[in-house]
């Protein structure tokens, strides 16, 4: 179990984006007001409107930049002794509305090895992508349940290049060693950081 744990902390830190702005809290928007007029040449009539804007017109279209990094990111994580025995397909959807579903597979058994839903949030001033898990399950190899978890683990940054539109990140695995007191993983586990240290993992943008 202590196996699959490692993996899935790692699993869990490959996708890791985050947002340097939190969304306006809908909540500050300006109260509608109820008003009434002696007027009598004033129209009750709610389609008529003396302003010729249409704010909440729904066709508007939404001129904020798509981040380059929005879509499907996908990578294969390979077979590492004592770690796993079988490779894993992880995907990720990153979606622009700051939200993102990540999936990892075994490949042999199809078992889902990780679901990871949540937010994402990042920051220019630290060129970093983090990814905050709000809904997180992992493959309990004992009972072969996926058991949700109670906590997802905090983030972990991961230092690339925001503003370039890059197609595949290569992350060193030892960038994701804040994640594993999430998972109650011990990094002083003899030859645990060496390992680490010595790999890497590539996603590919779809």
Request: with cysteine.
């Amino acid at each position: 179990m202590k196996k699959i744990l490692v993996l899935c902390a790692i699993i869990t830190g490959l996708f890791i984006f985050s947002c340097s702005k939190d969304s306006e809290d809908p909540s500050d928007a300006n109260p509608i007001t109820n008003t009434t007029s002696d007027d009598p040449t004033t129209s009750d009539d709610p389609t008529t409107s003396d302003d010729p804007t249409t704010p909440d017109d729904p066709t508007t279209p939404d001129d904020t930049p798509t981040p380059d990094f929005v879509g499907n990111w996908i990578s294969i994580f390979p077979v590492i002794p004592n770690i796993t025995n079988d490779s894993i397909r992880i995907t990720v959807l990153i979606n622009k509305d700051s939200t993102f579903k990540l999936n990892a597979v075994y490949l042999t058994s199809k078992d889902t090895a990780l679901r990871d839903n949540g937010h994402w949030k990042t920051s220019n001033e630290s060129d970093s992508i983090y990814l905050f898990g709000d809904d997180c399950a992992i493959w309990d190899t004992t009972q072969k349940v996926l058991k949700p978890l109670p906590d997802c683990g905090d983030p972990a940054a991961i230092n690339i290049n925001i503003d370039k539109n890059e197609k595949s990140w290569k992350i060193p695995l030892l960038s994701l060693a804040a994640l594993s007191s999430a998972f109650n993983i011990r990094l002083d586990e003899p030859g645990m950081l060496e390992m680490l240290s010595l790999l890497s993992i590539t996603v590919y943008k779809q």
